[in-house]
C-alpha cells in the first residue's frame, strides 16, 4: 500500500511539472511574439521617419542612402537592411540600394574590425544587388597599402574568403559576389596597382578543384579603376585615371579574360552612347571576339540597372539590338531584375514573357531557371517562391533541382 500510494504522488508531482513546463513554454511564446511584433513595429516607425525625412530631398533615394545607416546607432546591421526592405516596400523609386549596403556592413565592420569575415556571413542574400560583401571588404583593408612580402603573408587568410565556412553556405551568387568583390580588395592592398590585382586573382579565384572565379575578379579589378563610389575610392585611383581617348591603348596592354574585363568595366565612359542600341554594338564590337557576348550581357546588366528596372524601357531597348542578340539582352535584364532584389521575381517573369514574340529560343525563362538554383538555396521558400511563380512547365523543371 505504501508503494502505490509512493506511485500515486510521484504520478501526481509529475503532472505538476508537465504542467508547470507548459506554462512556462506558453509564458515565453507570448513573450517571443510581443518582442517580435514590438521590434517590426520599431523598425516600421524607423522606415516611416527615413520615408519623412527624405520626403522632400531632391533625389529621395541618395537621401535614403545617408539616413538609413545613422540608424545604426540604436539598431543592428541586420535590422538596418530590414529597415531598408520597408523603405523600399513604401517607396518603389528606391529599387537600387547597392551604395548603401556598402555603407551599412562597413559600419558593421568599424565596430569590431577582426571580425570582418563574420560580416561577410551575416549580410541579407538577394538585396541591395549583395553590396555588403563589397562593403564589408573594402571597410578592413580601406587605407591600407601593403608590401608585396606582407601581401605574401595575407593571401592564405584571403584563400578562403569566399569558400564555404562553418557558418556559410554561399549560394552561387553570393559567391560570385564575393570574388568579384575580391578584385575590388585586391586594388586597395595593392594601392591600385592592376598587373599586382591581376596577379592576385590569379593566385586567389583559381581554386584546386578547378573552379575558376578569375574573370569576376578580374572585373572588381577594373570596376575599381572605371567606376570608384566614394572619396576614397578617387583617392586611391588619383593620377591613375584612363580617360575614354585612352581607353582603348589601355587596355590593349592586357589579353584574353582581362583584356575583356578591361574593355567591359570602362563602359562609363561611353555611356551617353550605350543608352542607345547601336551604342552597345559599337561598343561591344571592339572587346576580344572570345568576350564579345559576355561584354552584351555585362553591359545589358548595366543599362537595366540604368533604366531603374523599367520593364517597358528593356522593352523598348531590346528588339532594337540585331536579332541573335535580342534573346540575351532580355535574360540579361530578367536576371539583373532578381540579382538586385529577389522580390522582383514576378516582374522578371513578365518581361520574360514578353519577350517571347522576340526570342523563340525562351533564353529568357532558360536565364531563370538557371537562376532559381544559383541565386537561391535550393530548399528554402524564396526557391519555392520562384518555381511557383514561374510558368507550369519552367516550374516543373525548376522543382526538379530539389532532388539533385
Same mark, same amino acid.
Given at each position: 500500500?505504501?508503494?502505490?500510494?509512493?506511485?500515486?504522488?510521484?504520478?501526481?508531482?509529475?503532472?505538476?511539472?508537465?504542467?508547470?513546463?507548459?506554462?512556462?513554454?506558453?509564458?515565453?511564446?507570448?513573450?517571443?511574439?510581443?518582442?517580435?511584433?514590438? !521590434?517590426?513595429?520599431?523598425?516600421?516607425?524607423?522606415?516611416?521617419?527615413?520615408?519623412?525625412?527624405?520626403?522632400?530631398? !531632391? $533625389?529621395?533615394?541618395?537621401?535614403?542612402?545617408?539616413?538609413?545607416?545613422?540608424?545604426?546607432?540604436?539598431? +543592428?546591421?541586420?535590422?538596418?537592411?530590414?529597415?531598408?526592405?520597408?523603405?523600399?516596400?513604401?517607396?518603389?523609386? %528606391?529599387? %537600387?540600394?547597392?551604395?548603401?549596403?556598402?555603407?551599412?556592413?562597413?559600419?558593421?565592420?568599424?565596430?569590431?574590425?577582426?571580425?570582418?569575415?563574420?560580416?561577410?556571413?551575416?549580410?541579407?542574400?538577394?538585396?541591395?544587388? !549583395?553590396?555588403?560583401?563589397?562593403?564589408?571588404?573594402?571597410?578592413?583593408?580601406?587605407?591600407?597599402?601593403?608590401?608585396?612580402?606582407?601581401?605574401?603573408?595575407?593571401?592564405?587568410?584571403?584563400?578562403?574568403?569566399?569558400?564555404?565556412?562553418?557558418?556559410?553556405?554561399?549560394?552561387?551568387?553570393?559567391?560570385?559576389?564575393?570574388?568579384?568583390?575580391?578584385? $575590388?580588395?585586391?586594388?586597395?592592398?595593392?594601392?591600385?596597382?592592376?598587373?599586382?590585382?591581376?596577379?592576385?586573382?590569379?593566385?586567389?579565384?583559381?581554386?584546386?578543384?578547378?573552379?575558376?572565379?578569375? $574573370?569576376?575578379? %578580374?572585373?572588381?579589378?577594373?570596376?575599381?579603376?572605371?567606376?570608384?563610389?566614394?572619396?576614397?575610392?578617387?583617392?586611391?585611383?588619383?593620377?591613375?585615371?584612363?580617360?575614354?581617348?585612352? $581607353?582603348?591603348?589601355?587596355?590593349?596592354?592586357?589579353?584574353?579574360?582581362?583584356?575583356?574585363?578591361?574593355? +567591359?568595366?570602362?563602359?562609363?565612359?561611353?555611356?551617353?552612347?550605350?543608352?542607345?542600341?547601336?551604342?552597345?554594338?559599337?561598343? =561591344? +564590337?571592339?572587346?576580344?571576339?572570345?568576350?564579345?557576348?559576355? =561584354?552584351?550581357?555585362?553591359?545589358?546588366?548595366?543599362?537595366?540597372?540604368?533604366?531603374?528596372?523599367?520593364?517597358?524601357?528593356?522593352?523598348?531597348? =531590346?528588339?532594337?539590338?540585331?536579332?541573335?542578340?535580342?534573346?540575351?539582352?532580355?535574360?540579361?535584364?530578367?536576371?539583373?531584375?532578381?540579382?538586385?532584389?529577389?522580390?522582383?521575381?514576378?516582374?522578371?517573369?513578365?518581361?520574360?514573357?514578353? +519577350?517571347?514574340?522576340?526570342?523563340?529560343?525562351?533564353?529568357?525563362?532558360?536565364?531563370?531557371?538557371?537562376?532559381?538554383?544559383?541565386?537561391?538555396?535550393?530548399?528554402?521558400?524564396?526557391? %519555392?517562391?520562384? =518555381?511557383?511563380?514561374?510558368?507550369?512547365?519552367?516550374?516543373?523543371?525548376?522543382?526538379?533541382?530539389?532532388?539533385?
Amino acid at each position: 500500500m505504501n508503494f502505490l500510494n509512493k506511485f500515486k504522488n510521484l504520478f501526481q508531482n509529475q503532472n505538476i511539472v508537465v504542467l508547470l513546463l507548459i506554462v512556462v513554454i506558453f509564458v515565453e511564446l507570448i513573450f517571443y511574439f510581443q518582442v517580435k511584433i514590438s !521590434n517590426t513595429s520599431n523598425l516600421e516607425n524607423h522606415a516611416d521617419k527615413v520615408i519623412a525625412l527624405c520626403a522632400k530631398a !531632391n $533625389h529621395r533615394p541618395t537621401c535614403y542612402d545617408e539616413a538609413i545607416p545613422q540608424l545604426m546607432n540604436s539598431i +543592428s546591421m541586420e535590422d538596418a537592411f530590414k529597415v531598408t526592405y520597408l523603405v523600399q516596400n513604401k517607396d518603389r523609386s %528606391y529599387v %537600387y540600394c547597392h551604395v548603401l549596403a556598402h555603407k551599412l556592413s562597413a559600419a558593421e565592420v568599424i565596430k569590431n574590425p577582426s571580425l570582418w569575415k563574420d560580416v561577410v556571413t551575416r549580410v541579407p542574400s538577394g538585396q541591395c544587388s !549583395n553590396g555588403g560583401i563589397h562593403g564589408a571588404f573594402q571597410e578592413k583593408f580601406r587605407g591600407e597599402f601593403f608590401s608585396a612580402a606582407e601581401i605574401e603573408v595575407l593571401k592564405p587568410e584571403l584563400d578562403d574568403l569566399c569558400e564555404q565556412r562553418e557558418n556559410w553556405t554561399p549560394t552561387g551568387m553570393e559567391q560570385a559576389s564575393c570574388y568579384h568583390a575580391l578584385g $575590388h580588395l585586391t586594388m586597395y592592398i595593392t594601392s591600385a596597382n592592376i598587373r599586382a590585382s591581376i596577379k592576385l586573382c590569379d593566385d586567389l579565384a583559381l581554386k584546386k578543384n578547378g573552379r575558376n572565379f578569375k $574573370h569576376l575578379c %578580374y572585373d572588381g579589378v577594373f570596376m575599381q579603376l572605371f567606376q570608384p563610389l566614394e572619396p576614397e575610392d578617387f583617392s586611391l585611383i588619383k593620377d591613375k585615371e584612363i580617360n575614354k581617348e585612352q $581607353h582603348i591603348s589601355f587596355c590593349n596592354k592586357f589579353t584574353g579574360e582581362v583584356k575583356g574585363s578591361c574593355w +567591359s568595366e570602362g563602359w562609363p565612359l561611353y555611356r551617353d552612347e550605350l543608352e542607345k542600341p547601336e551604342g552597345l554594338v559599337n561598343f =561591344c +564590337s571592339k572587346a576580344p571576339l572570345l568576350e564579345r557576348d559576355r =561584354c552584351f550581357m555585362a553591359i545589358i546588366y548595366v543599362m537595366t540597372a540604368i533604366f531603374q528596372l523599367d520593364s517597358e524601357k528593356v522593352l523598348a531597348y =531590346c528588339p532594337s539590338l540585331p536579332k541573335e542578340k535580342q534573346g540575351m539582352c532580355f535574360s540579361s535584364a530578367a536576371g539583373r531584375m532578381i540579382e538586385v532584389d529577389y522580390r522582383n521575381i514576378e516582374q522578371a517573369v513578365r518581361l520574360c514573357e514578353e +519577350s517571347l514574340k522576340y526570342d523563340q529560343e525562351n533564353s529568357c525563362f532558360k536565364m531563370l531557371l538557371q537562376y532559381s538554383g544559383y541565386n537561391y538555396k535550393v530548399g528554402s521558400p524564396e526557391f %519555392y517562391h520562384v =518555381c511557383k511563380t514561374l510558368p507550369k512547365e519552367w516550374g516543373r523543371q525548376c522543382l526538379k533541382k530539389e532532388k539533385k
